[in-house]
C-alpha cells in the first residue's frame, strides 16, 4: 500500500481547527481510497515561540524535508509577538528554503455559495510567485527614532525567479482555457517590472498558442471585480499576488473558500498546502472557522502526491455540502458542523 508521510504544522488561531478538519478528511478519504497517509504534528506556532524563544528548532528547516508534504493551518498572533518575527521565522523560510516557487491559488465559486458579484461565473487561477520580489527581505532601517530615519526595502527579481514562474503559468494556462495574464507595475517601477513584461513578451513567443496580455495591478484588481470571467491563469509577483488573491478569496464568497498551494515544481523539497486566510485572531475560539478553504488545500495536496482519484472525491464532497448550503453563510455553522457534511459526503 502507498503511504505518505505529511507534517502537520497547525500553527496559530484558527489554524489547528481547521488543519483538524482537513486531517479528518484527507486520513477518511486514505482509507477508502488504497493508499495511507501519516501525519506528524509539529507545534511551531507563536505559543512555540514564547516557550523557545523561536518560530521553530534551528533544524526545523531539514526536519521537514523528510516529508512528502507540508500541510500548514495559519501562522501569526500578532498580540503577542510581532507578525515580522513570526512570519519570517516559520511560514516564509519554508516557502524559500524549499523552492516553493509557485503559489497556485484557484477562485471560483463552489456551488450553493452566492458571492458580492453579480457575475458567479468566473474561473481564476492565480499563480503568484513565492520566493523572491518584494519579500527578499533585503533592506534596513538607518537613523532609526530621528526625523531622518529612513527605511528601504528592496525587491529582488531575478531572470531565472521570473522565467520559471511565467514557464509555470503558460504551462498551466495551456491545460486550461489557453490564456494568461501578466501583472506587473511597470508604469511606475521601472526595472523589476520592466524587466518582467520583457520577459513575458519573450515568452510569449515561445507559448504562440496561449493568449498572453499585460495588466497593471490596478486595472487587474478592478478587472477581477467588473470582468472575473474574462481571466484565467493570473501570474503575479508576490506582493501583487498575495493582495490580488485575497481579493480573489472575496469574490468566491470569502477567506474561508480560497485554498492554496505552495509548489515545489521540480519536486527537489517537500510542497506545502495552506489556506489562504491567517489565524483570524478575531474569530478564534469560537469554533466557527470556516474548514472549507483548508480541506480544499488538502484536495491540492492529493493532487499533488498523484493520488488524483482521492482528491477529485474531496473537491466533490466540498461541492455536496456548499450545494445543500452547509458552510456557505459565514459565521453561522460550526467548524465541526461543516467537517462532519462533508466527512458524511465522501463515498
Ligand atoms: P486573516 O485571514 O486571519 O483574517 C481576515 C478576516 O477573514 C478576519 O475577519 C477573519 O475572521 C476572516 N477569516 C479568515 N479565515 C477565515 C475562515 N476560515 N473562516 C471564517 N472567517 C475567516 O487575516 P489577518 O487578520 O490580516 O491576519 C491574522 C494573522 O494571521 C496575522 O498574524 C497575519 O500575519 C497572519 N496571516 C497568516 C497567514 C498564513 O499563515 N498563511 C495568512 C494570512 C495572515
Ligand atoms: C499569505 C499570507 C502571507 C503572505 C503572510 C502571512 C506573510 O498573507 O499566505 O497570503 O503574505 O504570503
Ligand atoms: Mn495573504
Redo the contacts with the bound molecule.
Sequence with gaps: MKSYSIALIP?????PD?TDAAWQVLSTVASHSGFSLTGTPFPWSCAFYKETGAMMPTDGIEILRRFDAIL???????AEVP?SV??HGL?LPIRKAFVQYANIRPHRLLPGVQGPLKTQNFDILCIRENTEGEYSGAGGRVHQGTADEVAIETSIFTRTGIERILRFGFEQARARRRKLASVTKSNAQKYSMVFWDEITRELAAEYADVEVTSYHIDAMAARMVMAPESLDVVVASNLFGDILT?LGAAIQG???FAA?ANINPDRSAPSMF??????????AHLG???????IWSGAMMLEHLGEKDAARTVMSALERTTARGIGTA??RDKTETITAAVLAALD
Design positions: 500553527g496559530d488561531g484558527i489554524g481547521v500548514l493551518g495559519a501562522v501569526g498572533w500578532p507578525d513570526s512570519l511560514l485575497d470569502g477567506l474561508g492554496s495552506e489556506p489562504v486566510h491567517g489565524s483570524a485572531p478575531d474569530i466557527i472557522a470556516n474548514p472549507i478553504a483548508a459565514p459565521g
